[in-house]
């Protein structure tokens, strides 16, 4: 056992190190997917914390280049029970250790992942310092606490785009397109090919399949910088404007706050997990922390207009308080978990949004047609 993930409150976890060597400090948080642990590592929500994988077996599916959310990993760690060595995949490029060794992710395997999941959930979120060196488990302790608090924090702004840049591809065509809302299991229509709506995207930590799904039903997109002016933006004459997903303090983003205010109400408006977030602030209302936060891809979710439930993919740390919201914006859904909020509609402006990630498909199709109502508003305003 040459590693070790020491909390902030001083408890430890031995592991054996399978990615790179070092240390790194973090929020720990578990993610409770079979599957996906690529898109987990890439997905730019998760800057600043360390991922624990409840799941047991890791990397037996490797490492491909499709899956990818972003460029390149955003987690501060990775937490495994057992690391699988050998992989095995048509897709697959390169195995899980090595990809994490050559963007410098430190990766734990044989921890005890079920005791530290168990411990968070009692305890909640915590920083953490993950090491592969031999060091004394107090000052590890120590570095925790002194590291810097998820609360308060804008991360939006360090990994969002540095420029402004365009995205008109879709759903790749291997992946099945997309089902038709409505329509049976087995009914698959390709994506659009008229891209005649133009969106406005808001990178606060965006991934890309968000975009792909924007492209499938019928939008091209510009994507722009967290800081860009409610001016830039109207300039470039949207038909919507795109709130996208990221990493850290929703509160501590005073400035995409002020922003969509100014842009709601002149042009329809779609918020998905941090956008969700912002909206909610942008309205009135309030955000706080949650315990351990929803991370994975199995989170049951009520639609409160016709009362039919979604599995859906989340990672957040943050919420809306409901009790904090003004009479004209409407609770359009329920985390039947745990009854936060999930998602908003304002009564008098084109504008809504949701916590979890309709891109994701763990449905796979459940909350598909969410983008086609983010359609049907554009084109009603237009």
Not at 28 to 54: H, K
Not at 100 to 115: S, Y
Request: include cysteine.
């Amino acid at each position: 056992m040459n590693a070790v993930l020491v909390l902030e409150d001083g408890r430890s976890f031995p592991g054996r190190s399978f990615g790179a060597s070092g240390e790194s400090t973090g929020e720990v948080v578990f993610a409770t997917g079979m599957t996906g642990y690529q898109e987990v590592l890439t997905d730019p929500s998760y800057a600043g914390q360390i991922v624990t994988m409840t799941a047991p077996h890791i990397g037996n599916t490797g490492v491909n280049l499709l899956d990818r959310e972003s460029e390149r990993p955003y987690v501060s760690g990775f937490l495994v029970r057992s690391y699988s060595e050998d992989y095995s995949s048509w897709r697959a490029g390169t195995s899980l250790a090595q990809y994490l060794r050559e963007h410098n992710i430190i990766a734990l395997t044989d921890i005890d992942t079920r005791a530290l999941t168990r411990h968070i959930r009692s305890a909640g979120a915590m920083r953490a310092v993950i090491s592969t060196e031999r060091e004394d488990i107090t000052a590890l302790a120590e570095r925790a606490r002194g590291s810097t608090p998820m609360v308060g924090t804008d991360l939006a702004s360090d990994v969002s785009t540095r420029e402004v840049y365009s995205w008109s591809e879709g759903t790749p065509i291997e992946w099945g397109a997309r089902s038709e809302p409505g329509g049976g299991a087995g009914q698959i229509i390709q994506p659009h090919s008229a891209r005649d709506l133009h969106v406005v995207a808001y990178d606060f930590g965006l991934k890309r399949n968000i975009l792909r799904k924007l492209v499938d039903h019928g939008c091209y997109v510009t994507v722009v910088p967290a800081t860009t002016s409610a001016a830039d933006v109207l300039a470039l004459k949207p038909n919507g404007v795109f709130l996208s997903n990221g990493p850290g303090d929703p509160a501590a983003l005073g400035y995409a706050v002020a922003t969509i205010q100014r842009l709601m109400g002149p042009t329809p408006m779609f918020g998905i997990c941090l956008g969700h977030q912002l909206m909610g602030l942008a309205v009135g209302g309030t955000t706080y922390k949650l315990p351990f936060g929803h991370h994975g891809c199995n989170h049951p979710v009520k639609d409160l207009r016709d009362r039919h439930v979604q599995i859906t993919s989340q990672n957040h740390g943050f919420a809306v308080a409901a009790e904090s919201l003004p009479d004209d914006v409407e609770v359009t859904h329920l985390n039947l978990n745990d009854g936060t909020v999930e998602g908003l509609r304002h009564q008098r402006y084109p504008a809504f949004s949701v916590q979890y990630h309709p891109e994701a498909a763990p449905g796979p199709h459940d909350a598909d047609p969410l983008f086609s109502e983010f359609v049907d508003l554009m084109k009603r305003d237009s």
